[in-house]
């Protein structure tokens, strides 16, 4: 798994460095409706995108896990009290049906 976050991470971050080398250009960033304009380079315009979107998606992935997670341990708990109460209905009826240790059937 090393080796392959090696093999993909390694070209995109040359990719992302020949990109910001190239587009050093300053650009007006105007965060509509507010009243307020940034002087960025292009670059670090597109790739904060990037990085928000990135950070945006991996929290909404851990959160989307997370209560999956949760789902199946509730559903694995429910499963289990049923199987405890199974096997103390199964455990009352071997006890009816079976005469006590050291009697004559």
């Known amino acids: 798994m090393r080796i392959l976050t090696w093999i993909i991470g390694l070209p ?3 990719v992302a460095v020949a990109f910001a080398v190239a587009n ?8 509509w409706p507010l009243p307020i304009s940034v002087g960025l380079s292009v670059y670090l315009a597109v790739l904060g ?8 998606g991996l929290l909404l992935g851990r959160a989307t896990a997370g209560s999956r997670a949760a789902a199946r341990a509730r559903a694995a708990e429910v499963r289990a ?8 209905r199964l455990r009352e009826r071997t006890t009816e ?9």
């Open 24 to 31: 050093r250009q300053t650009v007006e960033l105007d965060l």
């Open 97 to 105: 049906a079976l005469p006590p240790p050291g009697s004559k059937a």
């Open 49 to 56: 995108a990037l990085v928000v979107g990135l950070i945006l």
């Open 12 to 14: 995109l971050a040359a």
């Open 81 to 88: 009290r049923e199987a405890e109460a199974e096997c103390a």
